[in-house]
């Protein structure tokens, strides 16, 4: 994980903006899912990932199992953005649907 991913979600816990679900094994982290950008009616799904060492055992998706399970507990829309193949056959087994295609535009700075 990146020093900016692992401070996001260091930030989201702190100010209850949003939770993370993971596994550990030998008491180090293996697999996660987290969501940033929480409110009382959505939440924006981040971080899903796994330790290269522990891939293809289905860790990630009983993250984001119990991660979403818990979320629509609570009523609230579930939104994400992924560009990796590999992980939107993760999401769409767990019965996210791609609602079209997204772009950012930066503005250059000189």
């Not at 900016?4 to 702190?14: D, F, M, P, Q, V």
């Not at 094994?25 to 899912?33: L, Q």
């Not at 629509?72 to 791609?98: Q, T, V, W």
Request: net charge positive.
């Amino acid at each position: 994980m990146s020093k900016n991913s692992r401070e996001g979600i260091i930030e989201s816990l702190k100010t209850k903006s949003g939770r993370t679900f993971y596994i550990k094994d030998e008491g180090r982290a293996v697999a996660s899912a987290s969501t940033t950008a929480e409110n009382s009616l959505s939440a924006m799904v981040v971080g899903v990932c796994t330790d290269v060492n522990h891939r293809n055992k289905g860790l990630a998706s009983v993250c984001l199992s119990a991660l979403c399970e818990q979320l629509l507990a609570e009523a609230k829309s579930l939104c994400l953005f992924y560009d990796n193949p590999a992980a939107g056959s993760i999401y769409k087994r767990l019965g996210f649907k791609d609602i079209g295609m997204w772009s950012m535009w930066h503005k250059a700075v000189d």
